[in-house]
């Protein structure tokens, strides 16, 4: 089985499993479905005859377990499909839950803790993240807090105020 061959068998999985998608990045193939679930289907090395399918975490922690199955790519898609129903979703799918859950209690103290800092702060909150504005005279500053990456502007600000900002970042990232 090829890299296109794949790309079909892939395709032909998603038939059979509710709410999901083919889709190949960066030379592997994906089932992506709701919730931000991703399940990456590939040869097992050097083992045409089998598939392995993990779910894929949108921020890797050392402290979460790696979903894998394998299952033979000879029984079909159908057989496939079923078998990542039944053996691999139920724990992906819970860990991927509590993983969104930590991560947003994580943005959600990060966010509080810039606005009780930043003087003159203006919120824009959406499902994935929130930007953070503010100024105070000539002093200004953008945060954003998304789910995979922040990023932080400060504008002539004095040193006093932008050793408590990364002074809180530091201890919340700790």
């Known amino acids: 089985m090829d890299d296109c061959n794949m790309n079909d068998?892939?395709?032909?999985?998603a038939k059979h499993l509710h709410g999901y998608n083919p889709e190949t990045l960066w030379?592997?193939?994906?089932?992506?479905?709701?919730?931000?679930?991703?399940?990456?289907?590939?040869?097992?090395?050097?083992?045409?005859?089998?598939?392995?399918i993990t779910g894929v975490y949108?921020?890797?922690?050392?402290?979460?377990?790696?979903?894998s199955i394998i299952v033979a790519a000879t029984r079909g898609p159908k057989h496939i499909a079923k078998k990542i129903t039944?053996?691999?979703?139920?724990k992906y799918l819970h860990d991927l839950?509590?993983?969104a859950k930590a991560a947003k209690?994580?943005?959600?103290?990060?966010?509080?803790?810039?606005?009780?800092?930043?003087?003159?702060?203006?919120i824009t909150a959406a499902e994935q993240g929130a930007v953070i504005r503010w100024r105070l005279?000539?002093?200004?500053?953008?945060?954003?807090?998304?789910?995979?990456?922040?990023?932080?502007?400060?504008?002539?600000?004095?040193?006093?105020?932008?050793?408590?900002?990364?002074?809180?970042?530091n201890q919340r990232a700790t």
């Not at 030379?27 to 598939?51: C, K, N, Q």
């Open 9 to 13: 068998l892939v395709s032909e999985i």
């Open 27 to 52: 030379g592997t193939s994906y089932l992506m479905g709701p919730d931000g679930a991703r399940l990456a289907v590939h040869l097992l090395m050097g083992r045409t005859e089998w598939v392995v």
């Open 58 to 67: 949108p921020v890797e922690s050392p402290d979460l377990r790696r979903h």
């Open 86 to 90: 039944r053996r691999l979703l139920p």
């Open 97 to 99: 839950k509590q993983q």
């Open 105 to 122: 209690c994580t943005r959600t103290d990060l966010v509080d803790t810039l606005l009780s800092l930043l003087p003159g702060h203006a």
């Open 137 to 169: 005279g000539s002093m200004y500053g953008v945060f954003e807090v998304r789910d995979h990456a922040n990023s932080i502007e400060i504008r002539n600000a004095d040193r006093e105020l932008a050793e408590r900002v990364a002074y809180a970042i």
